[in-house]
């Protein structure tokens, strides 16, 4: 009996202080880990897909620089922007599976301003780009029109996105 008083003295014991212990004690609340807000990777730009003939080519780049067709711009305005989209016409090319380059005007040293070339297994190629480009009183017209006595001058490549 002596051992029982005792048991239940020392669990008497042991439930008080630690009833105290709870009194005192401070519990912890559990610990949320924070995880920063998962945002997306960025995108990827989207593979554009170029156009690989002529008049695809033409209303690309049409469609995309349609200020560089406006009438009413000086002379120099309108050679400006005609160099311009002779370039962009071949970096589409280019970038569509196209071997398109410069012309050299009559041979050379001067590149064509409306004329562009392409090489094809080994030929070359010309291609009219522009109607009555110098006609400023006129929006300027393009179009894929064929022409003679290319020379090719290459155009550096592109890049393509």
């Known amino acids: 009996m002596k051992f029982r008083v005792l048991l239940v003295v020392s669990f008497a014991s042991f439930c008080a202080s630690a009833c105290q212990m709870a009194k005192t004690s401070t519990p912890t609340a559990p610990t949320s880990v924070v995880t920063p807000a998962s945002e997306p990777a960025p995108a990827a730009p989207p593979h554009e897909s170029y156009p690989s003939d002529g008049p695809g080519i033409i209303a690309y780049v049409v469609a995309k620089y349609p200020e560089k067709l406006a009438a009413g711009v000086s002379y120099d305005e309108r050679i400006a922007n005609m160099q311009f989209l002779r370039d962009r016409v071949i970096e589409v090319g280019k970038c569509g599976g196209l071997d398109l380059g410069w012309n050299l005007k009559r041979g050379g ?36 029109g064929g022409g003679d006595f290319p020379t090719y001058k290459e155009y550096p490549q592109p890049t393509c996105q």
């Open 109 to 144: 040293p001067d590149v064509s301003n409306d004329f562009i070339t392409e090489r094809v297994n080994g030929d070359v190629i010309g291609h009219d780009i522009a109607f009555d480009y110098d006609n400023t009183s006129h929006p300027l017209q393009m179009y894929w």
